[in-house]
Every structure is written in structure tokens, then in C-alpha cells.
């Protein structure tokens, strides 16, 4: 009997890990596929609800608004027939705080200068303080009284600044003048706030030291200017 012959085994074309490989890779390629569908349907999702919040809001591509009727801002018009009133108003505010301070010595104390949209009130620290301390005098409160009648329905934004000289003050209370000035602008918007009722809601305090003055600190009458209390009323 012939003996068979044993087939020949051929060699592999290609390494065994190619299979695993291709496995792998045919995965790979499935599960990034499964990613960018599911990111194309969210992406439909999201214009699909662009759209319709466009036709809700009347707006609509390629087409006229349905709101024929021009737009009008209430609150720039309500602002605009509004600035005749009010400038009487802070007119008559100043003038009343001038016949205040008539013939004293504080009548020098009041600088006012109107804005384009409000007005600012700076106010010399000796109008209002004792020399290194933070409580009103009597004097500031009648002051302050006629500011807060100017504001009190407006319902506006009062920003209230303290400011020193560069004269340094070690106390307690006081270690620098980031605390003085914080502590007097914080008097007066609490006096606004306690006895006025101005609605807290408008009113802010911030103290900046010797650090924004007004003039230079090289004679005692510039470091006296600087020394103040500046009320911003925006409306």
C-alpha cells in the first residue's frame, strides 16, 4: 500500500493577531459610528427646538415678523418725559441744602455736579464727621434728609464713596483709612436705609481711602477737599 503524503501546511499570509486586531478595530469603528449618530440626532433635536422657539417668539427665517406694530421701549420713554421732573427736583434739592448751609461756615462743603444720567453730591467731610470718626453729626442729618427726599420715590441707584487724605490714622477702631472711609460711607448709606427707608436694595457703600483724591495732598486746603463723602444718584 502507497503511503499518503501529508499535505503541506502553507504558511500564513498575514500574523495570527491580525484577526484580534481586526476584531478590535471593526469595534472600534462601530462604537465611534453609534457616537455620531447619536450626536447627529441631538443635534436635530436641538434645531428642531430652535425652530420652534422661534415660531413661538414670531420669528421666523426668510420671512417678515408677525408683530407689524413698531416697538416701543416704556422704560427709555418713562426715563425720557422723566428728566424734566426730576431735574426741578434735584434743583430744588440743592437749593434747599444751599439756604441750609447759608452764612455758615459749611457752606463751602457742598459741591454738586449733574450728570447725564443723575447727579453727584460731594460732600466735605467736616459737613458731616467729627475729625477721625464716623458718626453723623446733626447737621449731616439734615442734609442727608433733603438727598434722600430727592430719591426717595425714584427708586434709583445710590452709590455712596468715602475718601480720606494721606494723613495716616492709627486707631482701635480705625487702623487705616481703607476702615475710615469704609466706615463713613457705610454711616450714611445706613442712616439712608434705617431712618429714611430708601429700599436697601439701591444703595451701596465702598471706602477708597487716600487713594482717589481729588487734588494733590501738598497743602492742608487740598488735603481738606479731599477729605469727603460723594453721593452718586443715578436714575
Known amino acids: 500500500m502507497a503511503k499518503k503524503e501529508k499535505p503541506e501546511i502553507e504558511d500564513p499570509t498575514a ?3 491580525m484577526a484580534t486586531y481586526g476584531d478590535m478595530v471593526t469595534l472600534l469603528l462601530t462604537f465611534f459610528i453609534l457616537l455620531v ?5 441631538q443635534l436635530e433635536k436641538f434645531k428642531g427646538a430652535m425652530e420652534s422657539l422661534r415660531g413661538a417668539l414670531g420669528v421666523f427665517e426668510g420671512h417678515e415678523s408677525v408683530m407689524k406694530e413698531p416697538f416701543i421701549d416704556f422704560n427709555s420713554a418713562e ?5 424734566p421732573e426730576k431735574q426741578e427736583k434735584i434743583e430744588k434739592t ?4 444751599k439756604n441750609m448751609l447759608n452764612g455758615s461756615k459749611l457752606e463751602d462743603l457742598l459741591e454738586v455736579e449733574t450728570l447725564g444720567d ?15 470718626r464716623a458718626e453723623l453729626k446733626p447737621m449731616a442729618l439734615d442734609v442727608l434728609h433733603l438727598i434722600a427726599d430727592l430719591v426717595r420715590d425714584s427708586y434709583t441707584n445710590v452709590s455712596v ?9 492709627h486707631t482701635r477702631r480705625f487702623p ?31 471706602g477708597h481711602g487716600e487713594h482717589r483724591p481729588l487734588v494733590p495732598n501738598n497743602t492742608a486746603e487740598n488735603r481738606a477737599k479731599n477729605r469727603r463723602v460723594e453721593i452718586l444718584v443715578n436714575w
Do not use: C, M
Open 15 to 17: 500574523p495570527f493577531w
Open 161 to 169: 464713596e468715602g475718601h480720606t487724605d494721606n494723613v495716616p490714622i
Open 94 to 97: 440743592i437749593q434747599d441744602i
Open 118 to 132: 443723575g447727579v453727584l453730591f460731594r460732600l466735605g467731610d467736616n459737613l458731616l464727621f467729627e475729625p477721625g
Open 37 to 41: 449618530s447619536y450626536s447627529t440626532i
Open 176 to 206: 487705616s483709612n481703607w476702615e475710615l472711609s469704609s466706615a463713613r460711607a457705610l454711616s450714611v448709606v445706613k442712616y439712608l436705609y434705617e431712618t429714611e427707608h430708601i429700599p436697601p436694595q439701591i444703595l451701596s457703600s465702598v
Open 79 to 83: 426715563k425720557t418725559q422723566g428728566k
